[in-house]
């Protein structure tokens, strides 16, 4: 009961956090809005609908690690500046969608050409697409059926889907990645909370290493790799600090107290 008690209040404490930050409560979005950018550097300038970008789609074929890291997207919406001839070219998006096999085997469509001819204009609405009414190739519904199911976000467990096979994530894009050689993975450690009666953090390197790796996390966002050298606070986390850059946003969110805090208080 004291443990159920901590957990509720710290989560009014992060609403009540939020709420002070804005002024406003925000809403909550669906399931297959959670984790959605919007990239609009360059679009309508050049007379198309602003990019929509699901992540609940792409996290469930290639690893967090590969596309921040290798292919080299920026953690913040709208910083990489994305630019047509970046994806002609080869880069960013265009790394994958250049007709050639996907991890499903089928053929990822272009994403920019030089050349569009007549019939294929509706190709540009696959991305850019805010504000239209299209139907998208892949529906979160039907997508995540088979899915295990998470209280928050998009209400899908991936961690449990990948364990269970039911995504496999790719890590490595030929002529992209660079092949190296796996790191020993860490054990896991617990991380105590100054809030007395709060439960322990697991931190689970396993887990992340699956989709992070290694150097998504460290230096950029953890500049120390042993324990206790990198001091945050739950404000900075949900300000968007440290756990916070994917905890926020696509990864599961911070409202969800024991995916963290699950080590009973002694």
Not at 25 to 30: D, V, Y
Not at 88 to 108: E, F, L
Not at 184 to 193: G, I, M, R, T
Not at 209 to 232: A, D, M, N, R
Request: hydrophobic share 35%; charged share 25%; aromatic share 10%.
């Amino acid at each position: 009961m004291k443990r159920t008690l901590t957990v509720m209040f710290l989560v009014f404490i992060l609403a009540a956090v939020t709420f002070a930050q804005t002024g406003v409560k925000k809403r909550r979005p669906l399931p297959f809005e959670y984790g959605r950018v919007v990239i609009n550097n360059y679009s309508e300038k050049a007379g198309l609908a602003p990019v929509v970008f699901d992540h609940w789609l792409h996290r469930a074929k290639y690893t967090c690690r590969l596309c921040h890291v290798d292919i080299g997207f920026a953690m913040k919406s709208g910083a990489t500046a994305i630019k047509a001839s970046d994806n002609i070219s080869g880069y960013y998006c265009g790394a994958c969608h250049n007709k050639k096999p996907g991890p499903d085997g089928k053929k990822v469509f272009e994403s920019c050409s030089t050349t569009v001819p007549p019939e294929e204009k509706t190709r540009c609405l696959r991305c850019h697409f805010l504000g239209k009414n299209v139907k998208p190739e892949y529906d979160f519904v039907n997508f995540t059926e088979r899915f295990p199911k998470g209280r928050f976000g998009n209400g899908i467990d991936w961690e449990k889907a990948e364990a269970e096979g039911l995504v496999k994530p790719i890590d490595f894009l030929e002529g992209v990645s660079i092949k190296r050689q796996s790191l020993a993975v860490q054990k896991d450690f617990s991380l105590s909370p100054k809030l007395e009666g709060m439960p322990d953090i697991i931190f689970s390197h396993k887990k992340h290493t699956v989709w992070s790796g290694c150097e998504l996390c460290h230096p950029e966002i953890f500049i120390g790799v042993q324990k206790g050298t990198t001091k945050y606070s739950m404000i900075e986390i949900f300000s968007g600090k440290y756990c916070g850059v994917c905890h926020t946003s696509v990864a599961f969110p911070l409202t969800d107290c024991q995916r963290c805090h699950t080590k009973a208080v002694q």
